[in-house]
């Protein structure tokens, strides 16, 4: 059995303009010890699906159908109470940018400890000397647990905020964006550590960007998202050696290179409004290759090759 099954998920924001079809029937699984990558263009709802999956959704937005399995448990029909002891304890989170979101007036060593003392009933002293295991696993010296944010570099901060999502030893993490803002060598040494933690605690990973490139150093599997949906999915072999996916080939010839020096295309026109998305395909008023299928129809996610899935009319 999957560790994660993900069945027709949407999540909408109810807006004053209009319904944001934000993650529309997206289905996936995950097996325990998997990274899976997410990878889209800006706005096509990753951070929603992440958000989804831990039950964070912020208003207006709410889960408008679909099912969400974690180890045999639907969270989608899960009071708030039972969902809070899931949370954090079998599924955590890394946020979009949380390392700016650090409390201030708190030390690293507090903000660690304390879901120990409130979900695991440790004493303020345990819960430090965890802290402090914690930080030297990120590759920290134990004595940060007395320091403050504003006392850490970027990359220190991205640390920290791994620990935080490890400490309550989840199956799974959401890993969104979490080397964005960090410069090429401290973003080397996050992705080691990513796989370090992989490795050394089985866990799970959705590893979210919009770099196709990090994912190819750490994904299992892929999948690609456009607008809502998700247009291709396989093994990162597949995905990235064989993609069928015109989206999925446009964002893979725009990954620039430095050595050979390729001429880098890039896929014309933007992402459209999910308040209203175009009939048919939603790729299709940027598909190169759009057939009058495309626009009246929506296609199914079809084998191309076993474990190698793909919604377009194409194929
Ligand atoms: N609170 C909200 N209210 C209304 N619409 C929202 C809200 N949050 C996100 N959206 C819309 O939902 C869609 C998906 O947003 P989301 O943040 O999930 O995208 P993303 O793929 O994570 O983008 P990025 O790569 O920029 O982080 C976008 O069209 C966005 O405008
Ligand atoms: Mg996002």
Redesign the pocket.
């Known amino acids: 059995m999957a560790l994660l099954d993900v069945k027709k998920l949407k999540i909408y924001?109810y807006?004053l303009s209009g319904i944001?079809k934000?993650?529309d029937n997206v289905t996936f699984s995950l097996e325990k010890g998997e990274v899976l990558g997410l990878a889209?263009?800006?706005?096509?709802?990753?951070?929603?699906?992440?958000?989804g999956l831990i039950g964070l959704i912020?208003?207006?937005?709410r889960v408008a159908g679909g099912s969400i399995v974690l180890d045999g448990k639907e969270l989608t029909k899960l009071s708030s109470e039972e969902l809070r002891k899931v949370r954090w304890n079998e599924i955590s989170m890394i946020f979009?940018g949380a390392m700016n979101a650090l409390n201030p007036v708190y030390t690293v060593g507090f903000q660690l400890a304390e879901p120990l003392i409130i979900h695991k009933g440790f004493t303020k002293r345990e819960a430090l000397e965890r802290a402090a295991e914690l930080l030297e696993a990120v590759g920290l010296h134990r004595n940060m647990v007395r320091r403050y944010p504003h006392e850490l570099s970027g990359g220190q901060k991205q640390r920290v905020v791994i620990a935080m999502s490890l400490i309550l030893n989840p199956k799974l993490v959401i890993a969104?964006?979490p080397t964005t803002a960090l410069d090429v060598v401290v973003q080397a040494q996050i992705m080691n550590l990513f796989k370090k933690i992989k490795n050394e605690y089985r866990l799970s990973i959705i590893f979210?960007t919009?770099d196709l490139s990090l994912i190819a150093e750490i994904a299992d599997r892929v999948a690609i998202?456009y607008a809502?949906k998700i247009v291709e999915i396989g093994s990162s072999e597949q995905v990235f050696n064989n993609p069928y996916h015109p989206y999925t080939k446009g964002l893979l010839n725009s990954i620039p290179r430095i050595r050979h020096k390729e001429k880098i295309t890039w896929i014309p026109g933007v992402?459209p409004?999910?308040?209203a998305p175009p009939p048919g395909c939603r790729f299709h008023p940027r598909c190169p290759y759009a057939m009058d299928v495309c626009r009246r129809e929506e296609p199914e996610m079809k084998a191309v090759e076993p474990g190698h899935y793909v919604a377009c009319w194409l194929y």
């Open positions: 924001y807006t944001v934000a993650v889209g263009e800006s706005g096509c709802g990753k951070s929603t699906l992440g958000y912020p208003p207006p937005g979009q969104d964006e979210i919009h998202m809502g992402p409004d999910l308040r």
